[in-house]
């Protein structure tokens, strides 16, 4: 059998495998979405999710302004959106007009991205500032099932599907 090696706990993380997500908001003016790989259920009922945000990220300003919030998690066809939502800002570019992507508009104006294998609206309940991230509490109020795809993948630094 292998033995276990030490890790740096920093680096360690990095070995938590995790779907990727687009989150997306509308504030009234704009859309806007970001790629999330630290996306997680945390209650059955109510249906609740974790979302860990950057205080960085323009997605964030947006937020804070708003009752609800997106999910859309990305299939193995969607690596391309998930690069390009994870490296721009929204506060420079529109990226859903820069990629051609059309939303689907969900309850409350709330933008979702078709080809993913499933949609979530949310209604923000908590946040709670934890390190250098925030970690958001949304309910989710309505879900929509999209293509029956392999779920994209996120682990050491690499996309990874089934
Ligand atoms: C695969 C991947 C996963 C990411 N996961 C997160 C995450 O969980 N939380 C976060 O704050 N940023 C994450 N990011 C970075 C943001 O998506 C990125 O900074 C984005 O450009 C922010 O866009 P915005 O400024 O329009 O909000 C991730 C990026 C990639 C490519």
Redesign the pocket.
């Known amino acids: 059998m292998t033995a276990m090696k030490p890790l740096a706990p920093g680096k360690a993380l990095s070995h938590i495998s995790h779907p990727?997500a687009i989150i997306t908001v509308n504030d009234g003016k704009k859309l806007?979405?970001?790629?999330?790989?630290?996306?997680t259920q945390i209650s059955i009922d109510p249906p609740i999710l974790c979302?860990?945000?950057?205080p960085?990220?323009?997605?964030?300003e947006m937020l804070k302004g708003v009752e609800f919030f997106g999910v859309s998690m990305l299939s193995k066809d969607q690596e391309g959106e998930?690069?390009f939502?994870?490296?721009?800002?929204?506060?420079k570019v529109d990226?859903f007009k820069a990629m051609g992507i059309e939303p689907f508009m969900a309850a409350h104006d709330v933008p979702l991205l078709t080809g993913s294998v499933a949609g979530f609206v949310c209604r923000k309940t908590h946040q709670v500032e934890q390190g250098d991230?925030w970690a958001l509490f949304g309910e989710v109020v309505e879900a929509w099932k999209g293509h029956d795809n392999v779920p994209l993948n996120?682990f050491k630094s690499g996309y990874h599907s089934w």
């Open positions: 990727v806007n979405g970001m790629t999330a790989a630290w996306v979302v860990s945000i950057s960085k990220r323009h997605t964030w998930s690069d939502f994870g490296s721009k800002s929204g506060k990226k991230h996120f």
